[in-house]
T-cell receptor
Framework: GQNIDQPTEMTATEGAIVQINCTYQTSGFNGLFWYQQHAGEAPTFLSY????GLEEKGRFSSFLSRSKGYSYLLLKELQMKDSASYLCASDRGSTLGRLYFGRGTQLTVWP | DSGVTQTPKHLITATGQRVTLRCSPRSGDLSVYWYQQSLDQGLQFLIQYYNGEERAKGNILERFSAQQFPDLHSELNLSSLELGDSALYFC?????????????FGEGSWLTVV
């Protein structure tokens, strides 16, 4: 996936906090997306980061460090319905909007 | 519901055949993208159109082609199908090409080649 690296699997329990890390290639970088995808369904937009720092949206937050080529997605107060694949995607190059996706992190939330 | 509509939702066809997948972007969106998702590859960018013109090509095979029509809907044509073409094909759309505009995905078309 064009040098997008993220863990393959993670597990956590209901009510917990989990952080999903993603590293990406910095050349031509425009911005970083996070999507949630349940099996066989469409990816659903979660967040977009272009500047360094933390963006908070309810239970989900996303962080970006452009100099380090690093992002993370933070999920708080985990619920069973958060069990899904979380896709990190970078918008790179001169063609804005063309996304390079990681393989996804399969998160399983246990009761 | 993202507002991006794809048809058909499921399709089973034989090797060597040709199929057409259709996509209607969200109202007002000018940019359309096609992605392929297979079990062993993850989401792979195929091609992008903006207001009827091709803007970028990714890992799209020569057997595949696409176009965007004046009403902004798009079609992905897959020909001489092989077993390995079995995948989930997503269409996505966004307002324009400015970085950061949210890209919304349709529900996908499941293609099974037998």
């Amino acid at each position: 996936g064009q040098n997008i690296d993220q863990p393959t699997e993670m597990t956590a329990t209901e009510g917990a906090i989990v952080q999903i890390n993603c590293t990406y290639q910095t050349s031509g970088f425009n911005g970083l997306f996070w999507y949630q995808q349940h099996a066989g369904e469409a990816p659903t937009f979660l967040s977009y980061n272009v500047l360094d720092g933390l963006e908070e949206k309810g239970r989900f937050s996303s962080f970006l460090s452009r100099s380090k080529g690093y992002s993370y997605l933070l999920l708080k107060e985990l619920q069973m319905k958060d069990s899904a694949s979380y896709l990190c995607a970078s918008d790179r190059g001169s063609t804005l909007g063309r996304l390079y996706f990681g393989r996804g992190t399969q998160l399983t939330v246990w009761p | 519901d993202s507002g991006v509509t794809q048809t058909p939702k499921h399709l089973i066809t034989a090797t060597g055949q040709r199929v057409t997948l259709r996509c209607s972007p969200r109202s007002g969106d000018l940019s359309v993208y096609w992605y392929q998702q297979s079990l062993d590859q993850g989401l792979q960018f195929l091609i992008q159109y903006y207001n009827g013109e091709e803007r970028a090509k990714g890992n799209i095979l020569e057997r595949f082609s696409a176009q965007q029509f004046p009403d902004l809907h798009s079609e992905l044509n897959l020909s001489s199908l092989e077993l390995g073409d079995s995948a989930l094909y997503f269409c996505a759309s966004s307002v324009d090409l400015i970085s950061g505009n949210t890209i919304y995905f349709g529900e996908g078309s499941w293609l099974t080649v037998v």
